[in-house]
């Protein structure tokens, strides 16, 4: 997804549409916590706006560990996220993209490798 330097969608991926459950019409336009609600860790908090985050730091990997996207049919779907500025010619920023990504395989294979070491250990 990228929005603009106040966090407005401008742009919405169809694996993004996917994972959200909104289509690219209906997120254009709206702010970006109004389409892409994350949570952090087991203590179910909201996770902090990444396009704030780009603009407070620049690039970044990752909000916090274990960050959920709940979808719009309240699936939850574990992510991993990135964040970068978009410049201008004068390097200043004019917008965000946020890439994210469904890891719901990756945390099985943790989950299973864990219990393989408790098995053995």
Known sequence: MSTDDNGIIKYM???AQALTGYT??????KGMNSIFKVI???SNKCAEDPTKKVLREG???GLEENTTL???S???IPLDIIGSPITNKKNEIIGTVIIFYDITD???IEKSFRSFEVAYS
């Open 40 to 42: 952090c860790g087991d």
């Open 70 to 72: 709940i979808s719009r």
């Open 74 to 76: 309240g699936a939850h």
């Open 24 to 29: 690219k019409e209906e997120a254009l336009g």
């Open 59 to 61: 690039a970044f990997f």
């Open 106 to 108: 990756r945390k099985k």
């Open 13 to 15: 991926n169809p694996l």
